[in-house]
């Protein structure tokens, strides 16, 4: 496997509260990836980042914020969590636009 | 709908037979990537074929790619019960979405042993 790691694995919280996703990287990869899956939905892209403090929103970014201040970490947070934002979140990470993306673990996530 | 649309959505076949997926898009591509997700897993890189590419191998996999009509398909021969997994297509359209990737919603391969 690619030196992909997600914290936490699974977590449950309430509505309305904070939530913040880690991805971390050993691959020195430039880009990153979040996304999210959903039945019926496969996954979606939420936001990627093309390097440190650079990020750009994806096809479904409304209530989630990114941020990367070091090549190898990437953070999601849910601001303040809804019940839609249950899903299981997946980062990945590519050497280069137009290549394979390597993907981590996945985080479980349940907003009640 | 979807950029990738995978078909079959389902497929069950008996081991050391041939699975076939099938990928068809709507817009046009820089490359395209199929994938595979063993159930609770994350995704797996299988292949990445370019625009310009009409076949490529690796193993027991083919992959092929008709940019006239829109398609893709995966090719897996003699199947194994290991290779029951979801599988994805999921295509780079370039321009300003480059590097970003649009997934189908996946084909479930079942392969009884």
């Known amino acids: 496997d690619a030196g992909i790691t997600q914290s936490p694995r699974h977590k449950v919280t309430e509505t309305g509260t904070p939530v913040t996703l880690r991805c971390h990287q050993t691959?020195?990869?430039?880009?990153m990836y979040w996304y999210r899956q959903d039945p019926g939905h496969g996954l979606r892209l939420i936001h990627y980042s093309y390097g440190v403090k650079d990020t750009d929103k994806g096809e479904v970014s409304d209530g989630y914020s990114v941020s990367r201040s070091k090549t190898e970490d990437f953070l999601l947070t849910l601001e303040s969590a809804t019940s839609s934002q249950t899903s299981v979140y997946f980062c990945?990470?590519?050497?280069?636009?137009?290549?394979?993306?390597?993907f981590g673990p996945g985080t479980r996530l349940t907003v009640t | 709908s979807q950029q990738g649309e995978e078909d079959p959505q389902a497929l069950s076949i008996q081991e050391g037979e041939n699975a076939t997926m099938n990928c068809s898009y709507k817009t046009s591509i820089n490359n395209l990537q199929w994938y595979r997700q063993n159930s609770g897993r994350g995704l797996v890189h299988l292949i990445l074929i370019r625009s310009n590419e009409r076949e490529k191998h690796s193993g027991r996999l083919r992959v092929t790619l008709d940019t006239s009509k829109k398609s893709s398909s995966l090719l897996i021969t003699a199947s194994r019960a290991a290779d029951t997994a979801s599988y994805f297509c999921a295509t780079d359209t370039g321009g300003t979405s480059y590097g970003k990737l649009t997934f189908g919603q996946g084909t479930i391969l079942t392969v009884h042993p």
């Open positions: 691959e020195n990869h430039r880009y």
């Open positions: 990945a990470i590519s050497r280069g636009l137009s290549y394979e993306q390597y």
